[in-house]
C-alpha cells in the first residue's frame, strides 16, 4: 500500500454578529469565525491535510476567497468536493486527527455531532475522526478570545 500523511492548519478572526460553525454545525456563542466562506475552521484543516496528503495543493488553491461562487459557502460543500478529488485519484482515508483550539466556548459537548455530521458528509466510519478541544490558557490572540485556530494531521493510502 502506498501510505501518506498530510497535515493542515488554519485559523479564522472571531467577532460579534457572525455564526460559529465548526465540524459543520452550529454552535451558540456571543462570537463566531469571520471569513468569506462559512469559516468552518474544523472543516478548512481537514480539507487542507487531505489535499496536501495527496499532493493536491491547497483549499486556498481550489476554492479561493477571490472567487465570489465560495462567499458564504457551506464548508461541508467544499469537503465534499475534496473527497472527489481523492476519490479520482485512488485514494482512502486511514485516520484523522484534529484539535481546535479556542477559549470559549467550551466544546467538549458537541464533538460527537460534529463527528457524526463529518461522517456522514465524508462517507466514513465516525471511528476514523479524533476531534480534541484545547484552550491556549488566555495566552495569544486565542486566548483574548481573537481568533480561532485548528490543526489536523490524516493518513490517506492508495490500494
Known sequence: MNFRIGFGYDVHQLSEGYDLTLGGIKIPHKKGSVGHSDADVLI??????LLGAANLRDIGYHFPDSDPKYKNIDSKKLLVEVMNMLQEKGFSIGN????????????KSFVPGMIECLSDTMGLEPDKISIKATTTEKMGFTGREEGIEAYAVVLIYKN
Open 96 to 107: 484523522i486527527d484534529s484539535t481546535v483550539c479556542l477559549q470559549e466556548p467550551k466544546i
Open 44 to 49: 478548512h484543516v481537514i480539507c487542507d491535510a
